[in-house]
């Protein structure tokens, strides 16, 4: 386990996390019967450590979702007191958007909360020492982050979260979309960007970092609107 630094974040619960800023786990478990790896992240400068193939496809969303500011993997220990014993919850991601949001998310291949009531009972509590904070709690399983065409797309767009792009090639995208006033076909603005292949990857790179705007949930095609990612105060970036 990483150096930690704790918080207390209300009377009854304590969030512990790594003082490097990344996942409070890292160790996978060469013994686990599941695939397991660790995915590295353009978008949030970590390793993050899966421990199913679900985690991972969980990543590709939220690596390709425009909307999404930073994630972690394993970002922090809950500690929460109840009665004479206290409880220990290990969320299996933070996601921070742009417009300020924060959800915990646990991942599951499939939750069946009969199968294990104690610990249904440890993420209720959970949840509420989150919702407390201002934080949402979601429970995701796999037909919810692999529904199609959304998975489809963030593994293509994911695959070229690592490819480098300038100033020059934002001004281009921008002006491409611009000229159409909201938006812009998306062979239109890779074309703009160097056409083919080389447009493509990084008009997904620019996706990744959230340059610009995509709509996961529908099919890509050559026509799909392509949007400038606004700000809160109406700019863009």
């Given at each position: 386990?990483?150096?930690?630094?704790?918080?207390?974040?209300?009377?009854?619960?304590?969030?512990?996390?790594?003082?490097?800023?990344?996942?409070?786990?890292?160790?996978?478990?060469?013994?686990?019967?599941?695939?397991?790896?660790?995915?590295?992240?353009?978008?949030?400068?970590?390793?993050?450590?899966?421990?199913?193939?679900?985690?991972?496809?969980?990543?590709?969303?939220?690596?390709?979702?425009?909307?999404?500011?930073?994630?972690?993997?394993?970002?922090?220990?809950?500690?929460?007191?109840?009665?004479?014993?206290?409880?220990?919850?290990?969320?299996?991601?933070?996601?921070?958007?742009?417009?300020?949001?924060?959800?915990?998310?646990?991942?599951?291949?499939?939750?069946?909360?009969?199968?294990?009531?104690?610990?249904?009972?440890?993420?209720?509590?959970?949840?509420?020492?989150?919702?407390?904070?201002?934080?949402?709690?979601?429970?995701?399983?796999?037909?919810?982050?692999?529904?199609?065409?959304?998975?489809?797309?963030?593994?293509?767009?994911?695959?070229?979260?690592?490819?480098?792009?300038?100033?020059?090639d934002l001004d281009r995208a921008f002006a491409c979309i611009e000229r159409d006033r909201y938006t812009a076909p998306f062979e239109r603005v890779a074309e703009a960007l160097g056409g083919e292949s080389l447009g493509t990857a990084i008009l997904h790179a620019l996706i990744v970092h959230g340059h610009v705007g995509i709509d996961l949930d529908r099919r890509i095609d050559a026509d799909?609107?392509?949007?400038?990612?606004?700000?809160?105060?109406?700019?863009?970036?």
């Amino acid at each position: 386990m990483s150096d930690a630094s704790s918080e207390v974040i209300n009377h009854r619960a304590t969030i512990v996390r790594s003082e490097s800023g990344g996942p409070i786990r890292t160790i996978i478990n060469g013994s686990s019967r599941h695939a397991t790896g660790r995915y590295s992240s353009a978008k949030s400068g970590f390793a993050q450590p899966w421990e199913s193939k679900v985690e991972r496809s969980h990543f590709w969303r939220c690596e390709a979702d425009p909307a999404i500011r930073h994630y972690l993997a394993q970002p922090h220990r809950l500690e929460i007191p109840v009665g004479s014993q206290k409880l220990v919850y290990f969320p299996d991601a933070c996601v921070e958007f742009h417009d300020g949001r924060v959800e915990i998310r646990e991942i599951k291949d499939v939750y069946e909360e009969e199968r294990d009531p104690l610990y249904h009972d440890k993420i209720n509590y959970a949840r509420d020492v989150y919702h407390g904070r201002g934080w949402s709690f979601v429970l995701l399983e796999r037909v919810d982050i692999e529904r199609q065409p959304g998975h489809r797309n963030a593994r293509t767009i994911q695959a070229d979260r690592h490819v480098k792009f300038t100033g020059f090639d934002l001004d281009r995208a921008f002006a491409c979309i611009e000229r159409d006033r909201y938006t812009a076909p998306f062979e239109r603005v890779a074309e703009a960007l160097g056409g083919e292949s080389l447009g493509t990857a990084i008009l997904h790179a620019l996706i990744v970092h959230g340059h610009v705007g995509i709509d996961l949930d529908r099919r890509i095609d050559a026509d799909a609107p392509v949007w400038v990612r606004v700000l809160g105060n109406g700019g863009v970036q």
